[in-house]
């Protein structure tokens, strides 16, 4: 079970007025911001041009919830196993993350570069009764309003998307707290992912749209490693998620030739 369907207790949401809801960072790649926008309202069509992420999306929720269930210490199999914790979903997209974290219990907030995808995410999550604070923000607003810390922080296939993925991500361990982790997920740069997750993906099978992926912008686990050497974070992994197509569904795996994640915690 990838998260409880019980509904959660509400809280406050986060208050609006001081945010211009218009991201604004050195990170932005206009061109990727501009793709997604397009399509930002069939973020929630499981058979549209997102179906391949809603079916890796149960792999993602696992892998995130067991995870945070051994760093704090919680049982997921109980109702809302993560309440009182705080999330930051970084790149959130049209809250395909957002939605099931806030039903596992964390206190989201959740930021996209692409105000459409933020739309999207805030009616769908409206409809679910869901109180996530979602806003159009990057990564580098955030620290520099001095937001969070957060107990969690995510950035689930996005750093392949920025133009300075280093201080991309040391920017997001920088909002975790203390105690605390970050999870990132992204494709390795192999002639196996180039094959499969980049021409088979976008050209032969269709899962994503042609020109959705720089094959040259993919990085490789140790490149993260270094990336956040020189932040106070201990970074393990990588765990790579594989795509069964006897079964049609992706599941953890040593694997991480093409798709993985790392976790880096703070103590």
């Known amino acids: 079970?990838?998260?409880?369907?019980?509904t959660v207790s509400a809280r406050k949401p986060q208050s609006r007025p001081q945010f211009n809801d218009q991201a604004e960072g050195a990170s932005i790649d206009p061109a990727d911001v501009a793709r997604f926008s397009a399509q930002a309202a069939e973020w929630w069509d499981a058979r549209g041009p997102f179906a391949p992420l809603h079916k890796f999306n149960p792999a993602r929720l696992a892998f995130v919830r067991d995870k945070a269930a051994e760093r704090f210490g919680r049982d997921p199999k109980t109702r809302a196993p993560f309440a009182g914790l705080t999330l930051l979903d970084v790149g959130c997209g049209g809250g395909l993350i957002a939605e099931p974290m806030r039903r596992m219990g964390f206190d989201v907030t959740a930021v996209d570069a692409s105000a459409e995808n933020i739309g999207t995410a805030r009616a769908h999550a409206?409809?679910?009764?869901?109180?996530?604070?979602?806003?159009?923000?990057?990564?580098e607003q955030l620290e520099a309003e001095g937001a969070g810390p957060f107990d969690?922080?995510?950035?689930?296939?996005?750093?392949?998307?920025?133009?300075?993925?280093?201080?991309?991500?040391?920017?997001?361990?920088r909002l975790?707290?203390?105690?605390?982790?970050?999870?990132?997920?992204?494709?390795?740069?192999?002639?196996?992912?180039l094959a499969l997750g980049k021409v088979a993906a976008e050209y032969v099978l269709r899962w994503v749209p042609a020109g959705t992926h720089d094959w040259s912008q993919f990085l490789k686990p140790e490149e993260i490693r270094l990336m956040l050497s020189e932040e106070p974070v201990a970074v393990s992994g990588p765990w790579g998620l594989v795509y069964n197509p006897l079964t049609d569904r992706w599941s953890e795996s040593d694997d991480a030739g093409i798709n993985y994640m790392m976790v880096a915690t703070r103590d």
């Open 1 to 6: 079970m990838v998260a409880s369907n019980g």
């Open 126 to 139: 409206a409809q679910q009764g869901l109180d996530i604070a979602y806003r159009a923000a990057t990564v």
């Open 152 to 173: 969690v922080v995510l950035t689930m296939e996005v750093i392949e998307h920025v133009t300075d993925p280093e201080a991309f991500v040391r920017a997001c361990s």
């Open 176 to 193: 975790v707290r203390p105690g605390g982790m970050m999870i990132v997920a992204t494709l390795n740069r192999t002639l196996k992912s």
